[in-house]
């Protein structure tokens, strides 16, 4: 295989590994890194939960001595900055690497091809640039916290045969069936945050966690849209608040004693000014990333996916089809402007299906 066919295959599995942390290393990129010499793999590592060791410095030990004149396949270029821990440039010239090929630039300004100009004072060759796309796909949420100051938002909803997300009566009805549901259990992991309005949390009691066996400690942050402050303090989701995080974003003249009682509970409540058309969603984009989320999974019902779909920031939509109909009365999935907003769009095209059981599953792409 050329050399590179040879960047090509590594840098992919990178890439693969990085895709570990997805979910887990906020307010870090999840970062895959793979040390390489004569073509065997010495060492490979991936972000840590909780952003800590970093995916350089994990591959870098394990490949121990053996890594100096190797090459050092990375998804986003190494930060060259002292944080909570000494720079990856540092450790990478310490080991005696010989070779970084790195998929894409880092837009931290305390980054910004600082990285790359470290490694080649140090006479370390850079190759920057393959797998770019796939590496921005799977940094999307970091590089819009650095750039736009908000998370990478990706809308998920289940929609019927005939286009309803509800029966008439508000009561819960699967749409989907057991495969498609693992599936949303998967993107859940995956998030940082998870995001409903108070309609769903009202008439679904939901835990917002990840049920697939042995991932319940990688469930995302539960975020809810409560204006008048309505969350029950019995619900599923404040009884497991001191567990897995819930965070609450309530209009600015929300009862004062129902703040106290939530925070009682180990509910984070967090007032945001209100419109006619409910929370300023910026705001609380703004302040989801200023705590350090990169990737936020909305899952509420027809109404918070048509206000996201209206106010412009999906990044990324998972309609999931159902094969039954729910029938006359039902609840519409999207209102007309949320729909034109999708459908019309040529900024969020369709760029995939794909079936799953009897189910469809259609995702869309911000260009």
Known sequence: ??????DLRFLRLALTLGR?????????????????????VLGRGWTQPGGRPHAET???????QEARGATLYVTLEPCSHHGKTPPCTDAIVAAGIARVVSALIDPNPRVAGEG???????????????????????????????????????????????????????KPVSITGEETRAQVHRMRAM?????????????????????????????PVRVVLDPALRLPVQSRLVSGARDIPVWVFSAEDASEDRERLLGEKGVIVTRVTAGERGLDLNAILRALAERGITRL????????????????????AVLLHG?????????????????????????????????????????????
């Not at 295989?1 to 040879?6: A, F, I, T």
């Not at 006479?123 to 750039?147: N, S, Y």
């Not at 909305?298 to 990324?316: C, I, M, N, T, W």
């Open 323 to 367: 094969p039954v109909p729910i029938g006359p009365g039902g609840v519409e999935a999207l209102d007309w402007h949320a729909r034109e907003a999708l459908t019309a769009s040529r900024g969020l095209p369709l760029i995939d299906t794909e079936i799953i059981g009897a189910d469809r599953l259609d995702r869309y792409e911000r260009r």
């Open 297 to 316: 999974m909305v899952e509420g019902g027809p109404k918070v996916a048509s206000s996201f779909l209206r106010a412009d920031l999906v990044d990324e």
């Open 1 to 6: 295989m050329s050399v590179e066919g040879d």
């Open 116 to 170: 790359y100009a470290r490694l080649e004072a140090a006479g370390i060759a850079v190759t920057e640039g393959l797998c770019a796309d796939a590496a921005r796909r799977d940094h999307a949420g970091h590089i819009h916290r650095i750039l736009d100051g908000r998370p990478h938002v990706m809308l998920k909803l289940a929609i019927s045969a005939d286009g309803k997300a509800a029966p008439a009566d508000g």
């Open 58 to 64: 994990e591959a870098l030990r394990r490949a121990g």
């Open 191 to 219: 998030s940082d945050a998870i995001l409903v309005g108070i309609g769903t949390v009202l008439a679904d009691d939901p835990a917002l966690t990840c049920r697939l066996p042995g991932m319940l400690r990688v469930s």
């Open 20 to 40: 570990r942390g997805l979910g887990n290393t906020w307010p870090n990129p999840a970062v895959g890194a793979v040390v390489v010499k004569d073509g065997i």
